[in-house]
């Protein structure tokens, strides 16, 4: 570890060279940044390694079935688990998706799962990511600049090789294709992860698309070549939000999408990975029946952790937020990348009573949860050490089965006050070392 801090500036620059940005587009304006590497990794025994991945697999197993079950037979509505206009009136639910069952019944291909450690070294799941899940490539960049970096860093410890995630997703593109190429589809430069479509288009073998590379006819999707010559496309990972997916189904003003993609994926001849529709199970209220979820669809008792959750929506939830939100946090479920996060401890007395306004008003928006006391972790940030907060991004590949990648993206805040972690706030990101003994 220490040969990697002695070569933080090296490895930095290097990131820079190949253009591992981070940009945000936000009030029409689109600011690009480096995402700034710390090179002391989080360290991962073996066998915590293995109690992560087996409540992983669990959630994400129990989320797509909720996912597939949503969108057809409806169960656990008519079974009263989960409240249906709790359901239904969520901003994540698409009737435009309603039957549509993605092939061999794959909704999340690729969840990213965002876990603490807390203070009690218990681990806590904050969020689940379904829809468009960012940030595999920048550990795997930053492994490979470092082994260049420090080789013997590397000798010297037991760590879980983490470049097979090209293969792994690959592997996932492949099982669910319905006859044809794999491509990735990006909606331009000016999308947040840009360089991470095209370095998984490299790793995964896989065509590199803009949306006006494909087109729809008679419900096939196709890739069309400079040439004029044109491929049958088996499968899309999209990194599109599914409203501009598909102007014809969605968003009528969208540029970015692919007209009647959402034809061909109906008619069972491509792919989309993730399936559209899945932004039900990224809704934060739904978070809170997860460990529900579980218990319905698997018989099971769920193996991680939800934060301690309150949903404004349930009367006695409602009255004990209003009465304690100047010590919780509180979250607009629609919102994600960190924003529509406010923590009650820093609000004045009327912006307290102004949320407190807006939560009785719209309970449905809202979802609090208990301030977690996060395991700080240590960062070199200009040659002095230091401690921040840390969030783990762990990636779960659903294909012929269930896998967890063997390392992750480890994010902490800027500042070491700040509970903030998110790469749109400012956050940086470290290595996630897994080791094998």
Known sequence: MYGLIEHTDEINRLLARYGVKFGIYKNNVFNERLFPFD????????????????????????????????????RIVKDK???????????????????????????????????????????????????????????????????????DTFRANSVVDNRNY??????????????????????????????????????????????QDLFVEGNVLYYSEYSGRRQRVGAVYRRISDDFLDPMTFRADSLLGVPHIMDAYRAGNTAIVNAPGNSVADDK??????????????????????APTYLPFYESDRKYVLENISRLVIKDV????????????????????????????????????????????????????????????AFVLMGEETVVWQSGLTRFAKDADSFIVNSSQGGGFKDTWVLSR
Not at 363 to 376: L, Y
Request: charged share 20%; with cysteine; aromatic share 12%.
């Open 39 to 74: 090179t002391v990794p989080r360290i991962l025994s073996a066998d915590e390694f293995g109690f992560l991945s087996r409540g992983l697999r669990q959630r994400v197993t129990a989320l797509n079935m909720f996912l597939n079950d949503i969108y057809t037979a409806k």
């Open 334 to 393: 629609a919102e994600s990348g960190g924003y529509g996060v406010v923590f009650g401890s820093e609000l004045s007395l009327e912006q307290i009573y102004e949320l407190k306004k807006l939560i009785s008003k719209q309970p449905r928006r809202f979802i609090a949860q208990e301030v977690i006391s996060f395991n700080n972790l240590r960062v070199f940030e200009n040659g002095v050490p230091g401690e921040r907060k840390a969030d783990l991004r």
């Open 285 to 306: 209220g739904i978070y809170y029946y997860v460990p529900a979820m579980i218990k319905y669809y698997l018989g099971e008792d769920a193996i991680l952790s939800n």
């Open 166 to 211: 090209g293969e792994l997703l690959k592997k996932v593109l492949d099982y669910s294709n319905c006859g044809g190429i794999n491509v990735v589809l990006t909606p331009g430069r000016f999308n947040s992860a840009f360089f991470e479509h095209t370095y998984l288009a490299e790793k995964t073998g896989s065509v590199f698309a803009m949306p």
């Open 81 to 151: 688990v989960i409240p249906e206009e709790f359901v239904y009136g969520g901003a994540g639910y698409m009737m435009e998706c309603e039957g549509a069952v993605p092939p061999k019944g794959i909704f999340c291909h690729i969840s990213g799962i965002d876990l603490v450690q807390g203070s009690d070294m218990r681990w806590y799941v904050l969020e689940d990511n379904l829809r468009i899940p960012s940030g595999a490539s920048y550990p795997m960049i930053a492994r490979e600049l470092c082994r260049r970096a420090s080789p």
